[in-house]
């Protein structure tokens, strides 16, 4: 192969690689409306939720090969709960230990493009307090038809057992299984100062504040001071 046979072929390749890597868009996640919140329950009876309000990450979409991945980020330290004392016990080393593993993060699997309009399996790992485990979450059908939108809402719902990380303080009381809900808004253009999300953290607030009374009795359990009633910083509208 001559000289310019070997330029034309070289030309070719970076012409495809081109073409490979313009087809991968990374759609950034809008850490003011996107949501990630949990449940568990107190003696196997009362529902216990609380959310973050820092929430960060992309969505990475191949149109040429219809498929997409999920990287999503989670400020531990932002977590909420409808008593404030729980909130500080949800950070302390027996559940979510934010001083040592600020970051929770899930990572998916490549999954095909249509599970973002249809819904379906997502797999993928969670790392969570230092441990990084194989999960199986369900993805919602839902409103992210990708094909000419600018905005991709993803709802994702799953369990974990929280003594896969570490989490097996007061297993009497707090159930295993933890409820994941994550609500997911991403937007083909990047978000400017997207890492603040105090706004997010304020509907947290207000979501879980309908919860407080009802599950005060019983969580007592959680704290070795009484529950007191917690005033949310705006109105609660709907039911999380």
Known sequence: MNQAARAAWACAIALLLHASTAQAERWTIDPRDSSAGFRVRLFALLPLRGGFGAFAGSIEIDRRGRRARVDARIDASS????????????????????????????????FPLAVLVD?????????????????????????CAVDGAETCTVVVRGNIRRSDFGMSAR???????????????????????????TSAIAANQCRLAGTAMAT???????????PVAYAPPCALTSAW
């Open 119 to 143: 819904g379906g399996a997502l797999d993928g790992s969670l790392s969570l307090r230092g441990r990084t485990r194989g999960v199986r979450f369900v993805v919602a059908p839902g409103q």
């Open 216 to 226: 005060a009795t019983a969580a007592e359990v959680m704290s070795t001071s009484t």
């Open 79 to 110: 977590v909420v709960m409808p008593n404030p004392s729980h909130t500080d016990w949800v950070k302390s080393a027996e559940f979510f230990d934010v001083a040592t593993h600020p970051e929770i993060r899930f990572r998916s699997a490549e």
């Open 171 to 197: 297993r009497g009381a707090v159930s295993d299984t933890v409820a994941l809900d994550l609500r997911i808004v991403a937007h083909r253009a990047a978000i400017e100062n997207g890492t603040a999300n």
